[in-house]
């Protein structure tokens, strides 16, 4: 059977009603796409498009780093650190974000067992895309192989996961697909790095490189008041609340997708939902993204992939908000990791213990535990977190959050994002800046915010990027942790702001008949699957959605950690089962297998050694 005789006329009937606007192409702000359920009567937009070649040296899956440049540990260099050029940082663009996703390190398995790093040439488009409403455009960016396979029409669709730019998913989709002749289309889903100096009045344009804002074109220049200081950042200051809008995201950067193919193969056009093949891909909240793609309505998806979903089914039970889960951990689990025997490290615990015994007798003091000494007070904090969910696989690995101050870094972005907050208004008084040694802002220098783009997470601390608390350090009471917590179980008008922002992001089920693999590592500590995927599927299968679940034992949040001692021995990386997904799910749209059906996979943690198959337990 032919790839494409699956399609259906309605499917058809559809897609041709795109084909004018896809043909319609302009460097100049444009009007393509075709209305969904969300966005009646309004066209996607985009600007600012580019087109660039990746031959010879420099491809498109590691900028000609290959696996030996991406395990280096320093950065690729810039000539001119105060002006790198557009191709130096998307190179080093690049070699961030696999570094952030991927476990690359010697005997981990990548290149080996799975996974690739192969020189694939080709060209990228990119441009700017905006939802309607919307106050700030978000990055779309597809990269489509010399080697496309024509008579196989495929298009990868993946948001970045966490808050990163518009690479966020190279080692996701790129490294799957680009081998295999699938062109892949990338959005930041209105996060990413596009950060902006509001000292110096300086952001990022379309191609990496800073530039003024009276210059105009750059890829994100906030509202902000005058005289602002410090940085600001698309996620928590674009005050559009973009994680309502990441199926919209996903669902943009699939049309500019098939308008990059017209134009890269302009005598195979038209590129249509009808005649090329989109399955969705994404881990974290990437995987979140592509789940509420899979909502909307119309025949344009055909299937979709979730790794460790940040997802939020209100309606399933057991299901939490990230917000919720996120700011009881910051508060309470510093002090419950006390009560646990057998942490991995880092965080290294003597220098931890104190700093954790600390923090409990401040709980104590805001009367948020009881307890007589650290000890009494730890298990108590243990206690209240395994009453509201959490298992002890998911606090031992969460460690690794409170080590790295993920709980608060999250708290302090989402917060401003959900309610929408402009700079300066954060409602429980944090900003962000560089700083100086003893916490206090400074201004940003040439060189530093020439690499914000290419360097940062989309979410500080990182990139030299820290959040400013001039309270922290005496605050026996956690009156700035306990600010953010109040913005979720508080009475307030800004809890109220903050909450209506929430209930914008709940999940809706996938479309029927859409099939969707689901996949979870049952020790993640960061999003723990019982409040997140376990709830999403048990809802989906209840309304008797195509939904399928991998669960993956000994596995965490975060690959990349893996090249950490203790990590690497306890923990078996995701991706593997990412990409395994994959390939059973194009065997099975190809006719030749059966989507993947729910399995729990009883993996052997390495203890040390270089990863084998056994390892991994995949069938």
Not at 171 to 178: D, E, M, Y
Not at 452 to 468: E, L, T
Request: hydrophobic share 45%.
């Amino acid at each position: 059977m032919s790839p494409m005789s699956f399609r259906i006329a309605p499917r058809l009937f559809a897609a041709l009603a795109l084909v004018p606007l896809l043909a319609a192409c302009a460097g100049t702000p444009s009007s393509r796409g075709t209305p969904d359920h969300a966005t009646a009567g309004a066209r996607t937009m985009f600007s600012a498009e580019r087109q660039t070649l990746h031959r010879d040296g420099d491809d498109l899956l590691t900028a000609g780093l290959g696996l030996a440049g991406l395990r280096s540990l320093a950065p690729p260099a810039f000539a001119d650190p105060n002006a790198p050029t557009p191709a130096e940082l998307r190179r080093r663009a690049l070699w961030s974000n696999w570094r952030g996703i991927a476990d690359l390190a010697p005997g981990g398995g990548y290149g080996e067992l799975y996974g690739s790093t192969a020189s694939v040439p080709g060209r990228e488009f990119s441009a700017l895309a905006t939802v309607p409403g919307a106050h700030q455009p978000h990055r779309v960016l597809v990269q489509v192989p010399d080697a496309f396979d024509h008579k196989r029409r495929c298009l990868l669709v993946a948001p970045s996961s966490g808050s990163r730019g518009v690479y966020g998913a190279i080692a996701v989709a790129g490294a799957w697909g680009l081998p295999k002749g699938c062109a892949v289309a990338y959005t930041d889903k209105g996060t990413g790095t596009d950060y902006f100096d509001l000292d110096a009045g300086v952001g990022v344009r379309a191609d990496g490189a800073t530039g003024a804002v009276t210059d105009g074109g750059l890829a994100f220049a906030p509202d902000a008041p005058a005289g602002a200081h410090g940085v600001a950042f698309k996620h928590a200051h674009s005050k559009d609340n973009p994680e309502a809008d990441w199926g919209r995201h996903v669902r943009q950067a699939a049309e500019f997708g098939l308008h990059a193919l017209a134009q890269a193969f302009p005598d195979d056009a038209p590129f249509t939902f009808a005649n090329t093949r989109v399955v969705a891909v994404g881990i974290s909240n990437g995987g979140g993204a592509v789940l509420r793609a899979a909502e909307l309505d119309g025949d344009w998806l055909d299937a979709v992939v979730a790794g460790e979903p940040s997802v939020y089914a209100a309606d399933a039970d057991g299901a939490r908000a990230l917000y919720d889960y996120t700011t009881e951990a910051a508060l309470l689990m510093p002090c419950a990791l006390l009560a646990m025997d057998g942490l991995p490290q880092p965080p290294l615990q003597a220098q931890a213990k104190p700093l954790w015994t600390h923090h409990c007798a401040s709980l104590r003091t805001a009367g948020l535990i009881d307890g007589d000494d650290a000890d009494a007070q730890a298990r108590d904090a243990h206690a209240r977190l395994r009453a509201t969910g959490w298992s002890d696989e998911a606090l031992r690995a969460g460690a690794l959050s409170v080590g790295f101050d993920l709980w608060r870094a999250v708290a302090v972005t989402y917060a401003s994002a959900y309610g929408r907050y402009g700079v300066g208004e954060h409602p429980c008084g944090y900003g962000f800046a560089l700083q100086n040694p003893d916490g206090s802002p400074r201004p940003a220098s040439a060189a530093e915010r020439a690499a914000w783009w290419s360097d940062a997470s989309g979410i500080p601390p990182g990139a030299g990027v820290g959040i400013v608390d001039e309270v922290a350090k005496v605050d026996p009471g956690l009156t700035r942790l306990r600010c953010l917590r109040g913005l979720w179980s508080g009475a307030s008008i800004d809890a109220e702001r903050v909450r209506r922002g929430i209930a914008e992001t709940r999940a809706g089920l996938p479309r029927a008949g859409l099939p969707v693999t689901v996949i979870h590592g049952t020790d993640d500590g960061l999003i723990p699957m019982a409040f997140t995927s376990a709830p999403y599927v048990a809802h989906a299968k209840a309304a008797g959605r195509d939904v399928r679940f991998w669960q993956v034992r000994h596995a965490q949040h975060f690959d990349a950690f893996l090249g950490l001692p203790d990590y690497g021995a306890r923990y078996l990386p995701l991706l593997p089962y990412v990409y395994a997904a994959l390939d059973r799910t194009m065997a099975a749209l190809d006719g030749q297998g059966a989507m993947p059906a729910d399995a729990t996979f009883q993996t052997v943690p390495r203890a040390g050694k270089p990863m084998t198959a056994e390892h991994l337990a995949l069938p």
